[in-house]
């Protein structure tokens, strides 16, 4: 999956948009249709030619990709499901303007089929979500069990001994993975190593770890697990979850280039108690976004402020 339009997609974009809309008007509310954020249009100068709003505007999306690479993905997915180019043969050599907006809506779709993968795979979380949502309220056992959970949780909240409290956040945990039907695997040993726990989602295996210290999760914590995961097989993440956030540092080292785990912190955790999110829908958004951006750090808040929570 391409995290960002590739330059020649870029290209594709601006000359398809130029091409589908003769006006700036029918742009600009095409765009609007379009954009998550409609008035990011106003930042741009309409009174300029059109070639060059069409790429200020792919540029600025392009330039911002953790804000609007759902809104480029979206247009893109509009703009080659058009068929009907019926509304150019007014237009002066308006044949010949129907074939070059046919031709460069064809070009841009053989250039972006990994976006076209990303709308679909958008549209599936958000049904998933909803199902799960639907499926949680309407599961009285369910709610009951969570709430449980969650009470046993907020005990440990108080707790003054460090080691006591790790190890009964493991088994909430491990209550709270069962309960999500994650096949989850108790805190096991593996030559040497220690790990939190496991389960599984859609055919990936999760390493799962978890901490609670006043301290900030920093590199090296993070080191340690990464290591544990990366000598794994191919389809194997990590999640860790420090109930108090993590280093920026930490964060920023762990974010480059080929990252295999996952940040949670106790935000997150106390969203899917109250029920705002499901732990499912929660580990997915996480990790599409981490898929699009390279981030492996959103949290639930961050979600929410994004609009998707």
């Known amino acids: 999956m391409a995290k960002q339009l590739s330059p020649a997609g870029i290209m594709a974009l601006k000359e398809a948009l130029c091409s589908v809309y003769w006006y700036k008007s029918d742009l600009r509310g095409f765009l609007q249709l379009c954009l998550s954020n409609p008035g990011v249009l106003n930042n741009f100068n309409w009174e300029n030619y059109k070639r060059q709003i069409a790429s200020d505007i792919v540029d600025y999306l392009v330039a911002n990709p953790a804000s609007h690479l759902g809104d480029l993905t979206k247009i893109c997915y509009e703009i080659c499901k058009l068929t009907d180019f019926s509304h150019l ?64 949780y907020m005990a440990l909240v108080g707790s003054d001994n460090a080691q006591t409290r790790g190890f009964e956040l493991e088994r909430v945990m491990y209550e709270l993975f069962e309960l999500f039907d994650l096949d989850p695997k108790a805190s096991f040993k593996n030559l040497g190593e220690q790990i939190d726990g ?22 090296a914590d993070l080191a340690v697990f990464s290591d544990k995961v990366t000598t794994k097989l191919e389809n194997t993440l990590g999640i860790f979850l420090s109930i108090n956030g993590f280093s920026q540092d930490g964060v920023t080292a762990h974010q480059a280039g080929g990252a295999a785990i996952l940040l949670m912190d106790g935000g997150d955790l106390m969203a899917v108690f109250e029920e705002r999110i499901d732990f499912t829908s929660l580990l997915l958004r996480k990790k599409r976004y981490a898929a699009q951006t390279g981030n492996i750090y959103l949290s639930y808040y961050q979600m929410v402020a994004a609009g998707g929570g």
């Open 89 to 152: 043969k007014p237009l002066d050599d308006g044949p010949q303007k129907v074939e070059k907006a046919r031709s460069a809506v064809n070009q841009l779709k053989q250039l972006v089929e990994p976006h076209q993968d990303v709308k679909k795979e958008q549209d599936e979380i958000k049904r998933r979500q909803e199902l799960a949502a639907k499926k949680l309220k309407d599961n009285a056992a369910v709610r009951q069990r969570l709430e449980a959970i969650r009470v046993r």
């Open 198 to 219: 496991a389960f599984s989602l859609d055919g990936t295996e999760y390493l799962f770890e978890a901490k609670w210290q006043k301290e900030l999760v920093n590199k």
